[in-house]
């Protein structure tokens, strides 16, 4: 179901699985540390802070966790693990901890998040028992109605029974309706909640049906049942949808950046760290490279292209240059499989993605992300924004050096819209579902394929 409708025990149990997550490592540390006899000291102190803020939610579901699941946890822990070590070296820090420790944390740390995931399920079964069922009507057997009933039955962690439906329509217009009965017109709902001890009344009936709605909340005033609105948006394509509170009033996100408040922190930390870091590790490459360019064209060694950024302000995109023209007007062109424009430097260059270091240096600049939608030419986002349904979405985020779509195959030249649409798709997937352990594994999956991606050229 929804997760902003929340029934029964929902958010207390997202609330628990989260916090569950984020203890056991700290919890596994404390414990290896007491089995060593080690002192838990500063240095201790500030890792368990460190790992408590960076180590990613797995986001598996905790009612029937998906196959590959143990995979799932062992590869999140061992990106965070890496890039803990990484901090540690560049600050000379891991030294100051026991190597038995350390060793005793990182394997205890997973072995005990997967049998939390064998047990949770059985734990959280017993919980929403202790606090008993709840009653719920649905007002409205239409699409988000009989949807949301679908969910709530199928929830068994909701704690909440569908009694039926009320809706105005005559049967022969309801058709039929298989997952609760329908108990009347909506005039009798006030009746039948104080009759029947109903705790929750959904309305989902249509935003063009506000007088109903206004008259049906005046008749529910002399009953007790806590009463949720369903707007028919739910319906529709969101990105981040929320509820939130701005000054003073309740407001509804339709489409919004998963990057506000403590998130667009940690996004922007771990920008920083990993693009320092790969600045650090590949200078020398990148002298030996601009060195190289000098040497074989004349020009500049970067290339510079005014693209789209953050909320679709222009920006300027660094690459090592490949080409021999250096095209940003409002015509360019994009590169194809045998662009006699690429010279045989920068043949290799774009298909080993050595090209794209420079924008390592966008990112120290909070211009662009590691991970985010690939920032395309202003004259391609020009003509197909006009094309491609929620394309400029794509730039409620940072633009990025890799992003969910290049790690999936959508790379290189896009000649048909069908290409463009499907790239689009995954960028949009990347705003709904973003998470640090989700940026971790598309920077993995994007250094194994940076050798063999037949796309790059």
Not at 54 to 60: E, G, Q, S
Not at 118 to 131: E, G, I, Q, S, W
Not at 136 to 155: C, K, P, Q, T, Y
Not at 180 to 206: S, T
């Amino acid at each position: 179901m929804n997760p902003f409708v929340r029934t029964g025990n929902q958010s207390l149990l997202a609330l628990f699985h989260g916090l569950i997550e984020r203890l056991i490592p700290v919890l596994c540390l404390i414990v290896s540390v007491l089995l060593w006899e080690h002192e838990f000291g500063p240095a201790e102190i500030l890792l368990g802070v460190i790992v408590f803020a960076l180590v990613p939610p797995t986001n598996l579901p905790y009612r029937r966790p998906p196959p590959g699941w143990v995979r799932q946890i062992t590869a999140s822990w061992a990106l965070t693990v890496g890039l803990l070590m990484l901090l540690g070296l560049l600050t000379s820090t891991l030294k100051q901890f026991d190597q038995n420790v350390l060793a005793t944390f990182i394997v205890l740390t997973p072995l005990v998040e997967i049998a939390m995931f064998l047990v949770l399920p059985h734990v959280l079964v017993r919980l929403v028992a202790m606090r008993g069922e709840h009653v719920a009507v649905i007002i409205g057997a239409n699409e988000l109605g009989r949807s949301m009933a679908r969910s709530i039955l199928g929830d068994a962690y909701s704690g909440t029974r569908v009694t039926g439906f009320f809706d105005d329509r005559d049967a022969d217009r309801l058709g039929e309706v298989t997952e609760a009965p329908v108990l009347g017109r909506i005039e009798r709902v006030a009746d039948f909640v104080r009759a029947n001890r109903v705790h929750q009344i959904f309305i989902a009936l249509p935003m063009a049906s506000q007088p109903r709605i206004l008259k049906l909340l005046e008749s529910l005033r002399d009953t007790t049942a806590s009463i949720y609105f369903v707007p028919d948006i739910f319906m529709l394509d969101l990105i981040q949808a929320r509820v939130d509170t701005m000054v003073g009033f309740p407001v509804l996100a339709v489409c919004e950046t998963p990057f506000h408040g403590t998130t667009g922190a940690i996004k922007r930390m771990t920008d920083v760290i990993i693009s320092l870091t790969a600045i650090l590790l590949t200078a020398p490459f990148m002298l030996v490279i601009a060195a190289a360019i000098k040497l074989t064209m004349p020009g500049p060694v970067l290339f510079k292209q005014r693209r789209y950024g953050l909320d679709g302000e222009q920006i300027m995109v660094w690459k090592f240059r490949s080409m021999k023209v250096q095209e940003d007007g409002a015509d360019v062109k994009q590169a194809t499989k045998n662009d006699d424009r690429i010279t045989p430097l920068g043949r290799f260059l774009r298909r080993t993605s050595l090209d794209e270091l420079p924008q390592f240096f966008n990112v120290l600049q909070g211009k662009m992300s590691v991970v985010g939608p690939r920032p395309h030419a202003i004259s391609h986002n020009e003509t197909y924004r006009k094309l491609i349904r929620g394309y400029m979405v794509r730039h409620k985020v940072k633009p990025g050096i890799t992003g969910l779509a290049q790690i999936n195959g959508c790379r290189g030249e896009t000649e048909t819209i069908e290409k463009m649409e499907k790239r689009v798709r995954y960028d949009l997937d990347y705003l709904r579902h973003w998470s640090l352990q989700l940026d971790l594994t598309i920077i993995a999956r994007t250094v194994l394929q940076v050798f063999k991606d037949p796309n790059a050229y």
